[in-house]
C-alpha cells in the first residue's frame, strides 16, 4: 500500500513540474563593489567607505493560448536578503497590467540628466521625497537630480501600460495604502513619444505624481519631464522637475523644489564611454536671511567594459549644498568613487 502511495505522489509532483516546464524561466544577477573616498567640509560626512549593491532576479513568462502573456517577476536583494519587487504581470494587445511590489509609472517614464552616468555618486541624506516617504528625521529634503520622485517605492500597487502606439506609449498606477491610512494613497501617471532623426532618435518623456494627504501627512506631488536625443556615439538629456508639499487643506507649502539638469554622453568606442552631467535644485519654501536652500552637482565619469558582463566605472561629484530656512548644515565637497560591477 505504502509503495502504491509514493507512486502516486511521484506521479502528481512529476505532472505538476510538467506544467510548470512550458513556461520561459531566466535568473539574472547585478553585482557591484564599490569603493568611494569623500573629501567634505563636514565632518561626519567625510572619510572613505566600501560598499556592496547585489540583487538575483527570478522572472517567469508564459504565453496562453487565447495569446495573453502572463508574466511573474521576484527581485531579490541579495546584501540584506529582502524583497526588492514581487510582481504579476499580463500583457496582449490591450496593453500590460501589472499588480504587486513594484515601482509607480513614475520610474518608467522618469527621465533626468544623469542617466547618462552609471553610478549616480550622492550623500544618502539628500532627497527630494523625504519628507513623502516618511523620511524626513534623517533626510534632507532637496532634488540631487531634475528627475523623478518615486514617492511609493516598492510598495504594493496596481499599474497599467497602454501598447506602444506610433511612438506614444501611457501608463497610470495606483498605491493603496490600506484601511486606517487610506489618505496615503499614491497615483503615478506619465507618457512617452520616441520618433526616429536622421542618425539617431528623440524620446520626450513626462510624468506626475500625487500622494493624498491626512490628518498627520502631508499632501505632496511632483512633476518631471525631459527630453533625450541620441545621435550616433552621442547622447543628451535635458529635463526639468518641481516637488512641493503642503498642509492638508492649507495652500501655504512646506516645500517647493525646483530642478533642472543636463547630461552628455559618448562612446568612444573598445568599451570606453566618456559621461558628464550638471544639475541645480532650489526650495523656495526653505528660505534663511533672503537666500534659497540649493543644491549643485557636476559630475565626470569614465566607464569601461573590460570583458562582457564586467564593467569599471570611476565616478567623480563636485557638490555644494546650500543651508535654507530648513535648520540643516551647508555642506560642500567632493566624492569618488569605483565600481567594479557584474552581470549574469
Given at each position: 500500500?505504502?509503495?502504491?502511495?509514493?507512486?502516486?505522489?511521484s506521479?502528481?509532483?512529476?505532472?505538476?513540474?510538467?506544467?510548470?516546464?512550458?513556461?520561459?524561466v531566466?535568473?539574472t544577477?547585478?553585482?557591484?563593489?564599490?569603493?568611494?573616498n569623500?573629501s567634505?567640509n563636514?565632518?561626519a560626512?567625510d572619510?572613505?567607505?566600501?560598499?556592496?549593491?547585489?540583487?538575483?532576479?527570478?522572472?517567469?513568462?508564459?504565453?496562453?493560448?487565447?495569446?495573453?502573456?502572463?508574466?511573474?517577476?521576484?527581485?531579490?536583494?541579495?546584501?540584506?536578503?529582502n524583497?526588492?519587487?514581487?510582481?504579476?504581470?499580463?500583457?496582449?494587445?490591450?496593453g500590460?497590467?501589472?499588480?504587486?511590489?513594484?515601482?509607480?509609472?513614475s520610474?518608467?517614464?522618469?527621465?533626468?540628466?544623469?542617466?547618462?552616468?552609471?553610478?549616480?555618486?550622492?550623500?544618502?541624506?539628500?532627497?527630494?521625497?523625504?519628507?513623502?516617504?516618511?523620511?524626513?528625521t534623517t533626510?534632507?529634503?532637496?532634488?540631487?537630480?531634475a528627475?523623478?520622485?518615486?514617492?511609493?517605492?516598492?510598495d504594493?500597487?496596481?499599474?497599467y501600460?497602454?501598447?506602444?502606439?506610433?511612438?506614444?506609449?501611457?501608463?497610470?498606477?495606483?498605491?493603496?495604502?490600506?484601511?486606517?491610512?487610506?489618505?496615503?494613497?499614491?497615483?503615478?501617471?506619465?507618457?512617452?513619444?520616441?520618433?526616429p532623426?536622421?542618425?539617431?532618435s528623440?524620446?520626450?518623456?513626462?510624468?506626475?505624481?500625487?500622494?493624498?494627504?491626512?490628518?498627520?501627512?502631508?499632501?505632496?506631488?511632483?512633476?518631471?519631464?525631459?527630453?533625450t536625443?541620441?545621435?550616433?556615439?552621442?547622447?543628451?538629456?535635458?529635463?526639468t522637475?518641481?516637488?512641493?508639499?503642503?498642509?492638508?487643506?492649507?495652500?501655504i507649502l512646506?516645500?517647493d523644489?525646483?530642478a533642472?539638469?543636463?547630461?552628455?554622453?559618448?562612446n568612444?568606442?573598445?568599451?570606453?564611454?566618456?559621461?558628464?552631467?550638471?544639475?541645480e535644485?532650489?526650495?523656495?519654501?526653505?528660505?534663511s536671511n533672503?537666500?534659497k536652500?540649493?543644491?549643485?552637482?557636476?559630475?565626470?565619469?569614465?566607464?569601461?567594459?573590460?570583458?562582457?558582463?564586467?564593467?569599471a566605472?570611476?565616478?567623480?561629484?563636485?557638490?555644494?549644498?546650500k543651508?535654507?530656512g530648513a535648520?540643516?548644515?551647508?555642506?560642500?565637497?567632493?566624492?569618488?568613487?569605483?565600481?567594479?560591477?557584474?552581470?549574469?
Amino acid at each position: 500500500m505504502r509503495k502504491i502511495l509514493l507512486s502516486s505522489t511521484s506521479m502528481v509532483a512529476a505532472a505538476t513540474i510538467a506544467s510548470y516546464a512550458t513556461a520561459d524561466v531566466s535568473v539574472t544577477g547585478a553585482f557591484d563593489w564599490k569603493y568611494r573616498n569623500i573629501s567634505s567640509n563636514v565632518a561626519a560626512s567625510d572619510g572613505t567607505q566600501m560598499g556592496t549593491d547585489n540583487e538575483v532576479t527570478i522572472s517567469f513568462s508564459e504565453k496562453t493560448d487565447s495569446g495573453l502573456t502572463v508574466s511573474g517577476r521576484y527581485d531579490l536583494d541579495a546584501d540584506s536578503n529582502n524583497i526588492d519587487e514581487s510582481s504579476l504581470s499580463v500583457s496582449g494587445g490591450f496593453g500590460t497590467l501589472v499588480m504587486g511590489l513594484d515601482d509607480g509609472v513614475s520610474d518608467t517614464f522618469g527621465v533626468h540628466e544623469q542617466d547618462v552616468i552609471a553610478d549616480e555618486v550622492h550623500l544618502g541624506k539628500f532627497s527630494a521625497a523625504a519628507i513623502a516617504d516618511g523620511s524626513a528625521t534623517t533626510t534632507i529634503g532637496i532634488a540631487t537630480n531634475a528627475g523623478e520622485v518615486n514617492i511609493s517605492g516598492d510598495d504594493n500597487k496596481l499599474a497599467y501600460y497602454t501598447p506602444v502606439m506610433s511612438g506614444f506609449r501611457a501608463g497610470y498606477s495606483l498605491s493603496d495604502a490600506g484601511v486606517g491610512t487610506a489618505g496615503d494613497n499614491v497615483t503615478d501617471l506619465g507618457f512617452s513619444y520616441t520618433m526616429p532623426l536622421e542618425g539617431g532618435s528623440v524620446l520626450i518623456e513626462y510624468n506626475n505624481v500625487s500622494k493624498d494627504g491626512d490628518a498627520d501627512d502631508e499632501e505632496y506631488k511632483a512633476t518631471n519631464y525631459g527630453v533625450t536625443v541620441a545621435m550616433g556615439a552621442m547622447t543628451f538629456i535635458a529635463s526639468t522637475m518641481n516637488a512641493e508639499e503642503a498642509t492638508v487643506g492649507s495652500n501655504i507649502l512646506t516645500e517647493d523644489i525646483e530642478a533642472t539638469g543636463f547630461g552628455v554622453s559618448y562612446n568612444m568606442g573598445g568599451g570606453l564611454v566618456l559621461a558628464a552631467s550638471t544639475m541645480e535644485s532650489e526650495d523656495a519654501a526653505d528660505v534663511s536671511n533672503g537666500n534659497k536652500e540649493k543644491y549643485s552637482s557636476t559630475i565626470g565619469e569614465v566607464s569601461y567594459s573590460i570583458a562582457p558582463g564586467l564593467t569599471a566605472n570611476l565616478t567623480y561629484n563636485d557638490y555644494d549644498y546650500k543651508v535654507g530656512g530648513a535648520g540643516t548644515t551647508a555642506d560642500a565637497g567632493k566624492i569618488t568613487q569605483l565600481t567594479i560591477a557584474a552581470s549574469f
